[in-house]
Structure formats: structure tokens, C-alpha cells
């Protein structure tokens, strides 16, 4: 009995990791049927699969990317809205253009000047819109102004503009599928440069331009991959963090206690700690013209069950020991960064140092952990890259806290979730961090219940917490302490407004 229910939580979770392959290759099928004539009504302001959402920096404005995946029209659309802030605000879009299906992910320049979205499928593009003074969105015409990117889905889009250039920005997008139940993700992260003048340029994407597997390596032919970027612009660098390995014996590598106590040493062609690793590029020197492998190196992530470094003076039966190891597999994460962030964290999380990328492990617990110490990672990239070394592992540079911990709710004790996105929230009087956490593994068919979380307690078990009123809940995106998520099985809006110390419903909206 116990063997069949396990056979049906496998399956369920091979369903949600297939979902989108399914998705595409459906629309795949459908153009090729299509013979060049459209037979479809077009999106028009409707919502249909609002699979993306994002705010505008400063105004009470948001956007909704329609991935159209019902079927029902040909075209996806982008739509910006005005954040409702009551039951009676209006539901219409204030302008609703026309896209390509499979809209996946957007990214807002941080001065508000454009967005970047994300369309997904066997052929990706990015697509570049101007904002105007109000936050509206219309679409550019310049050519330059797209690229391609390779099949998959795109998972996210990040765009900074660089420190001392009025025109350029950098643009770090994933391709793969993080949320995935598989070992291994795949796909890359790009990166790439934007100027208004020069277009999209992409510069590199990891792994591909630093690493081909091969059977004549002493580790055998193993794969490594990437994901959940941040960007710290403060500091210049991009960081993405592991996604884990296939045909790689990870019992060859050192042990993160060995690492933590100094007893390793570099290189050593028995073991690879690019699999345990962030990979770090310096974004200044990469968009100054310089090649990637002058420009890229690695640092180790280790942390225990919860949250904390381990003790190197303790062996390994001391408790911060005993599960203290090297974290190789991330979902998501969000850059706490003081060039670009709202607000400087509050609260119960005032006592993280800043700058700090904030992390998901992917995997049963989905605990949420934030790294400190970028600012030494960046100075010792820089200095060891100087000395002329190639892809140089750093040393122990992060010190880890723990955010939020399933282990401390007991109504997530048995369910398995996902972390798609984490943003930060502002009250004016508390600035702290709020993600939404969807069951996973309950079916692919949009029934899935979700719930929103906020860092408001120093005790992880008296956090907020609070279910989300629709099913299916695919995106999520802050406005100050607005809070909006988005369900693509019941095609509506829902919106929640924070207030410290709860979040209040403001209303259910659709066009």
C-alpha cells in the first residue's frame, strides 16, 4: 500500500515537472497545423493563463503577462494595471498589447524606462517594451530591441542599469525549470547588455560557454547547471546558484565541514566544487568587454537543516554539524541589494547584513535561507582573477540565516510546496520579505492551493501566514504593501494589502 501511494506522488510530481513541455510542444503542433491562417479570435483585455507578474518601481501600477495556454486564442498579451485599493477599484487594464503565447516571465528596469518579457517555447525571444511617464507599456519596433533564446522555459528576468552609463543596462534571464521534481533543471543562464541605441547583446550564458562534460575527464562525463540568479549592482557582480549534477560521484568531493575547517586543497582533479558552488561574474568587467573566463568564479554554499553555519572548532557530532553540508539545489531567489532595494530590511530581519541574497532550497523542505557576505566574494573574485587564475573557487565567504523554516509550520509538516518568487515588502513602518508557497505534487490541472508568507516574527512559527481565497495560483509580484498573485486555472487577479501584522483582502479582480 505504502508502494502504491508513493508510485502516485511520483506520478503527480512527473505531471507538474512535464506541464509546460506539454504546453509547448501543444502549441508547437498547433502552429504547424495552423497552415498560416489565424481561425482564432485574438486575446483582446481578457485573462487567459496570467502566468507572469511584475511592478512597476515606483508607481501603483502592475503588469500581467497572458500566456494564452487554454488554447482558446493565438495571442498572448501584456496588460498593465492600476493596483486596486479597494473592493470597487476598476478591473479593466489600462492597456492590453498584443504578444506571442507562452509569456513566462518579466523584468522591470529599476528606473521604470521599459520591461523586458519572456516568451517561452521551442524558439524563446525576448521582447523589449518602453514605459512611458505613467507606467504604461507600448511595444518597441526596433528590431534589436528581441532576441532569441534557446527552448525552454524562461524563469526569470533581471535588468540594471550599470553604475556611471546613462544608456546601458545588464539583462540575466534563466532558462530552465527550476520548480522542477528532476534532479537536474538544465537550460543556462544569459547574459546580456541593453542599450537603447546597440539593442539586446548577449554576452555569455553558463555553463555553456565555460564547460562541455566529456568521457575523457578523470570525474567521467557529468553535467552541471545553474539557475535562480540575483544581481547585486551595488557590488557589480551576478550570481547563480546550482541546480545539481547527473553521472557525477558527489562522494568524491570534500565534505562542507572539511571545507569549513580549512582542510582542502585547490585543485584537485578528484573532485569539482563548481557543484556545490554560486558561480559569480564580475558584470562591470564582462560588460567592459572582457571574456567570460576572466570574469567568472565560484563560491562554495553550505549550510545544515536549519539555516545556520557549522561549527569549525566542533567535530562532526556537534548539532550545528550534523547536517551541515554542502546545498547544491535551489528554486528561487531575490537579491537584497542597497542600490536597488525599496526599503532597508526591518524588523526581524534587521539583523541581516546587507548586501544578502535570499535563497529556497529545492527539495522536500523548501526552507528559505539568506547568504551575507557578497561584498567579500566580490573583493576576492576581483583579486584572484587579477593574480590571472581561471574559474577560482573562493574561499568560505557566506555566513547563512535562516528566514523561514517548513519545519516550523505545523500545517506544512506534510505537504510538499514550491517557492516560485519572493519579493520585499514595505509598510512604511516594516520593510521585510513575503513569498508565495504553492502545494506541489496535488495535480497539474490548476487545483493546487497556495498560501502567502511573511518574515514578520524573530520566531519562525509565529511568521504570517495566510491562504491564498483562489486555486492554481501561478505568479506573485509586491507593490509597497500590496500583495498580488495571479490564478491561471481561474483566470483572476487577487489582491491583499499588508498591514504589518496581517494582510487583508482587498478583492478578486478580472477584466
Known amino acids: 500500500m505504502k508502494s502504491a501511494s508513493v508510485s ?29 491562417k489565424s481561425e482564432r479570435p485574438d486575446i483582446g483585455e481578457r485573462l487567459d493563463t496570467p502566468s507572469a507578474l511584475a511592478s512597476h518601481p515606483t508607481l501603483s501600477v502592475y503588469y500581467v503577462l497572458n500566456a494564452s495556454m487554454s488554447g482558446e486564442f493565438e495571442t498572448g498579451s501584456l496588460q498593465s494595471y492600476s493596483v486596486p485599493t479597494s473592493a470597487s477599484s476598476s478591473s479593466n487594464p489600462r492597456v492590453t498589447l498584443q504578444t506571442p503565447r507562452l509569456g513566462t516571465a518579466i523584468g522591470v528596469a529599476r528606473g521604470g524606462e521599459f520591461l523586458i518579457a519572456g516568451f517561452s517555447g521551442t524558439q524563446g525571444q525576448l521582447k523589449v517594451f518602453n514605459l512611458d511617464a505613467g507606467g504604461n507599456p507600448s511595444s518597441s519596433d526596433k528590431p534589436q530591441d528581441a532576441a532569441n533564446v534557446p527552448s525552454g522555459r524562461i524563469g526569470s528576468i533581471l535588468v540594471n542599469a550599470v553604475e556611471g552609463q546613462t544608456d546601458t543596462w545588464t539583462v540575466v534571464v534563466s532558462v530552465g525549470d527550476p520548480l522542477s521534481s528532476e534532479n537536474i533543471a538544465g537550460g543556462d543562464v544569459l547574459l546580456f547588455k541593453y542599450s537603447r541605441a546597440g539593442g539586446l547583446v548577449k554576452l555569455a550564458s553558463l555553463p555553456t560557454d565555460f564547460y562541455s562534460p566529456s568521457r575523457e575527464n578523470p ?68 560588460v567592459a568587454g572582457k571574456g567570460l573566463l576572466q570574469t567568472l568564479g565560484f563560491v562554495p554554499v553550505a549550510f545544515n537543516l536549519n539555516g545556520q553555519k557549522g561549527d569549525a572548532a566542533a567535530d562532526l557530532t556537534a548539532e550545528a554539524n550534523l547536517t551541515y553540508s554542502f546545498q547544491q539545489k535551489y528554486q528561487s531567489a531575490v537579491a537584497i541589494d542597497p542600490q536597488t532595494s525599496p526599503c532597508q530590511l526591518s524588523g526581524p530581519l534587521s539583523g541581516i547584513a546587507q548586501p544578502a541574497a535570499v535563497v529556497v532550497k529545492k527539495g522536500s523542505d523548501s526552507n528559505i535561507v539568506s547568504l551575507s557576505g557578497w561584498d567579500q566574494v566580490a573583493t576576492q573574485l576581483r583579486a584572484r582573477l587579477a593574480g ?12 547563512p540565516t535562516a528566514v523561514s523554516l517548513n519545519s516550523s509550520f505545523a500545517n506544512l509538516k506534510d505537504r510538499r510546496t514550491v517557492v516560485p518568487s519572493i519579493h520585499v515588502v514595505n509598510t512604511g513602518s516594516l520593510c521585510t520579505l513575503s513569498w508565495l508557497r504553492v502545494e506541489e505534487g496535488r495535480s497539474s490541472l490548476g487545483r493546487e492551493q497556495s498560501l502567502i508568507q511573511a518574515a514578520t516574527d524573530g520566531n519562525i512559527a509565529s511568521q504570517l501566514t495566510r491562504d491564498l481565497d483562489l486555486t492554481g495560483t501561478s505568479a506573485f509580484t509586491v507593490n509597497g504593501n500590496y500583495v498580488l498573485t495571479s490564478s491561471f486555472s481561474n483566470n483572476k487577479i487577487q489582491v491583499l494589502r499588508f498591514n504589518g501584522a496581517a494582510l487583508d483582502n482587498v478583492g478578486v479582480f478580472s477584466p
Do not use: H, M
Not at 511520483?10 to 497545423?33: E, P, V, Y
Not at 562522494?251 to 586543497?265: E, F, Q, S, Y
Not at 590571472?388 to 555566513?399: A, H, M, V, W, Y
Open 8 to 36: 502516485r506522488l511520483q506520478f503527480k510530481r512527473s505531471k507538474r515537472s512535464t506541464l509546460w513541455l506539454a504546453f509547448i510542444t501543444g502549441f508547437s503542433l498547433f502552429a504547424l497545423g495552423s497552415c498560416g
Open 219 to 286: 570525474l567521467g562525463a557529468y553535467l552541471l547547471s545553474w539557475g535562480t540568479p540575483v544581481v547585486f549592482p551595488s557590488l557589480g557582480i551576478a550570481v547563480a546558484f546550482p541546480q545539481g549534477t547527473v553521472n557525477y560521484r558527489s562522494d568524491r568531493n570534500p565534505t562542507a565541514l572539511d571545507w569549513l575547517k580549512g582542510n582542502v586543497t585547490l585543485p584537485n582533479v578528484a573532485f569539482d566544487l563548481r557543484t556545490v558552488s554560486a558561480a559569480v561574474v564580475d558584470l562591470n568587467a564582462l
Open 388 to 399: 590571472n587564475e581561471i574559474q577560482p573557487i573562493l574561499g568560505d565567504l557566506l555566513s
